[in-house]
């Protein structure tokens, strides 16, 4: 693993607000779409503002984001799902593109268990073309928080510990991201951001 984490780390944030695709199924056939706007910081120094939208209907869902860092470099994301409510599993991926033009993606699946916690695994595929692993666990702990337990692991054997805490309530939302490197250091990034919730716009029938 190279000693920097970040190609890692910035592919690993997209799984992490993945988590709240996976933790709220769309199970009805009445789409809706969660626009998200708000900022982050980091213990680097980092910081940032952030956009998304994100559409489910009937088990499957879309996200697209973008973010600026402070240097005015923009970056995008977009990730799916598709989640079988028959045997509470689901399969997702997704590809993020970094400021620098370099490109890594992932995919995965997951399972809802007995007592309604999530348990993920995958392959995160770095921009240089290496392949890391992943599982995580999801875990509600109120309504609208949701905690996040996931282990990376490169090919070489190397891990990266992360929590990431969730939590939205009256249109406004946290998101804590702790991060255990390799070389014993720790980063965290905070994140706050404002959604809005409403009916996803009609797609126009094909022709």
Do not use: C
């Not at 503002?49 to 973010?67: A, F, L, M, P, Q």
């Not at 692993?133 to 337990?149: C, E, H, I, L, N």
């Not at 991060?179 to 716009?201: E, I, K, M, Y």
Request: proline share 4%; aromatic share 4%; net charge positive.
């Amino acid at each position: 693993m190279n000693i920097s984490p970040f190609p890692r780390f910035a592919s690993a944030a997209a799984i992490a607000a993945l988590a709240l695709m996976l933790a709220n199924p769309a199970h009805s056939d009445d789409a809706t779409q969660t626009k998200r706007a708000g900022t982050y910081t980091t213990s680097k120094g980092g910081s940032g503002t952030t956009s998304s939208t994100t559409t489910r209907s009937n088990g499957n869902v879309e996200r697209k984001g973008t973010w600026t860092n402070a240097s005015g470099g923009t970056g995008n994301v977009q990730s799916q799902r598709t989640w079988d409510k028959s045997t509470q599993t689901a399969t997702f991926g997704g590809t993020k593109t970094r400021p620098n033009g370099t490109t890594s993606s992932w995919q995965g699946t997951a399972v809802r268990n007995a007592l309604g916690s999530i348990s993920a695994k995958g392959i995160i595929t770095t921009a240089g073309g290496k392949q890391d692993t992943f599982t995580s666990s999801d875990t509600r702990v109120a309504p609208g928080t949701w905690d996040r337990q996931q282990v990376i692991t490169s090919a070489s054997g190397k891990t990266i510990d992360r929590t990431v805490d969730n939590s939205v309530a009256g249109g406004k939302g946290t998101r804590t991201v702790t991060t255990a490197l390799p070389n014993g250091q720790t980063v965290t990034r905070n994140a706050s951001f404002s959604q809005t919730v409403s009916p996803a716009p009609a797609t126009a029938p094909n022709n």
